[in-house]
C-alpha cells in the first residue's frame, strides 16, 4: 500500500503562514487530496488533485506538489483553523490516508 | 445539499455482526460511488473499499476482505456496511462518503461529502 507520512503536529500563531506537508512512499501523480477534520466532527474536502480549490473553502488555503511531495499551505492561519488534516491518494489501490497533522494555534 | 445521515451507535458483543447504514439525500444516490473509512485513535483513517450504488459492484481493501461487506439499497438511497466476526479492534468510527470523479490534470476519485459517522464498540 501506498504509505502517506505527514508530520504529527504544528503550532503557529494567527496571522502566520503554515505549510503542511505530505510525502508519499512512491508515486500518487497529483491525485492527491486534502481534508479538515475539527474535533468531534467528520472530515471535509479542502484540496483535490493537489491544487484545487474545493467550492466554498477559503482562498487562504493551497495545495500544491506533485509525484511523492504535496504541500497544504495556510495563509493566513485563523483561530478556526484549528484541527487535524489530512492527505488522501487516489492513484494507486487501495486509496490511502497519511496519518494527520494537529494544528494548534498560540 | 447533499447529505449523507448514517445510523447511531452500536455496542456489539465479540464474534457478532452489526449493519450500518448510511441514507443518501440531495443527489442522484446511482451516479456516485459510496465509500466507507475506519477511524481509530491508534491507526487513523483506514480505507475500507467502495460501492457502484447503480451496478453494486464493489471494490474491498485487502485488509478488510471478510470483515466488511458493502451493500446498497436503491429504493430507498441507502448504503450499507456489515461487520461480521466482530473483535476489539473494529472499534472504531465509521464514516460513509460519496465518491465523485474529479477533472484536472487527470481525473480522479474525491471524497466530496461524508456522513457524520457511526461508533462500534465491542466489547464483552
Known amino acids: 500500500d501506498t504509505v502517506l507520512t505527514q508530520s504529527p503536529a504544528l503550532a503557529v500563531s494567527p496571522g502566520e503562514r503554515v505549510t503542511i506537508s505530505c510525502r508519499a512512499s512512491e508515486s500518487v501523480s497529483t491525485l492527491m487530496h486534502w481534508y479538515q477534520q475539527k474535533p468531534g466532527q467528520q472530515p471535509t474536502l479542502l484540496i483535490y488533485l493537489a491544487s484545487n480549490l474545493e467550492s466554498g473553502v477559503p482562498a487562504r488555503f493551497s495545495g500544491s506538489g506533485s509525484g511523492t511531495d504535496f504541500t497544504l499551505t495556510i495563509d493566513p492561519v485563523e483561530a478556526d483553523d484549528t484541527a487535524t488534516y489530512y492527505c488522501?491518494?487516489?492513484?494507486?489501490?487501495?486509496?490511502?490516508f497519511g496519518g494527520g497533522t494537529k494544528l494548534e494555534l498560540k | 445539499q447533499v447529505q449523507l445521515q448514517q445510523s447511531g451507535a452500536e455496542l456489539a458483543k465479540p464474534g457478532s455482526s452489526v449493519k450500518i447504514s448510511c441514507k443518501a439525500s440531495?443527489?442522484?444516490?446511482?451516479?456516485?460511488?459510496i465509500s466507507w473509512i475506519k477511524q481509530t485513535t491508534g491507526q487513523g483513517l483506514e480505507y475500507i473499499g467502495y460501492?457502484?450504488?447503480?451496478?453494486?459492484?464493489?471494490n474491498y481493501n485487502e485488509k478488510f476482505k471478510g470483515k466488511a461487506t458493502l451493500t446498497v439499497d436503491k429504493s430507498s438511497s441507502t448504503a450499507f456496511m456489515q461487520l461480521s466476526s466482530l473483535t476489539p479492534d473494529d472499534s472504531a468510527v465509521y464514516y460513509c462518503a460519496r465518491e465523485d470523479v474529479y477533472y484536472g490534470l487527470l481525473p480522479g476519485y474525491v471524497m466530496d461529502a461524508w456522513g457524520q459517522g457511526a461508533s462500534v464498540t465491542v466489547s464483552s
Open positions: 440531495g443527489y442522484t444516490f446511482t451516479s456516485y460511488y
Open positions: 488522501q491518494q487516489s492513484w494507486n489501490d487501495p486509496r490511502t
Open positions: 460501492i457502484n450504488t447503480g451496478s453494486g459492484g464493489t
